[in-house]
């Protein structure tokens, strides 16, 4: 089976544009494999403003709960980790617009939304016991790996009716619901308002 990862993202703000990963999960559905990141800024805290030091204290306060500093690897690793594991024909899911966003301008790979297929939020999937990252407690819901092991029990069923004689047309047609790259997004948009300009 082609290898077909859910990726999920905690972030905090560089600037109210620029954001940085803060927590990283890599999970394959079909060999149930995991790869969970806690990632250092990529700013010193004394280098934001004002207003993004609140915004910052106000997600790690009520959101995910990991504090500025904290962290294993620096975000150039987590980045190259993210590309080399879903490079090639491999497929990436993620929850959510914004997110699929972030996540292929990331890689340079388009991403399906996971939300295309019916995923329900992470709180209406059933808890299982499932093993939260050391930072976490069990079955805190803003934690990646706990999201990723939900989203992918819940997406496994899926994927296998996906998998038979018309695997590939199901996907093509499913082409229509994938979020570009930003950069790729932004190129097209241009493309076509050259292209109504030439015909004007």
């Avoid at 999960?25 to 030091?53: E, F, G």
């Avoid at 914004?98 to 301008?105: E, N, P, W």
């Amino acid at each position: 089976m082609q290898d077909v990862y859910i990726v999920d993202v905690e972030l905090l703000h560089v600037t109210r544009t620029k954001r940085f990963i803060k927590e990283l999960c890599i999970y394959n559905v079909p060999t149930m494999q995991l790869q969970n990141y806690l990632v250092l800024p990529s700013a010193r805290w004394c280098s934001l403003k004002p207003d993004i030091q609140s915004l910052n204290s106000y997600i790690t306060a009520n959101i995910h709960k990991i504090e500025y500093n904290h962290g294993q690897i620096d975000q150039e690793s987590a980045i190259e980790f993210l590309i080399n594991t879903t490079k090639g024909l491999s497929l990436i899911l993620a929850k959510g617009h914004d997110k699929c966003q972030f996540i292929a301008t990331l890689t340079g790979k388009s991403v399906f939304n996971l939300e295309t297929f019916g995923c329900p939020k992470v709180s209406d999937l059933p808890a299982t016991n499932d093993c939260s990252c050391l930072t976490h407690p069990p079955n805190f819901l803003h934690c990646c790996q706990i999201k990723c092991l939900r989203f992918g029990r819940w997406f496994y069923p899926v994927l296998e009716q996906l998998v038979n004689k018309t695997y590939h047309t199901n996907w093509i047609y499913l082409a229509k619901y994938m979020v570009r790259p930003k950069y790729l997004d932004d190129y097209l948009k241009d493309a076509k308002n050259n292209g109504k300009k030439q015909v004007l």
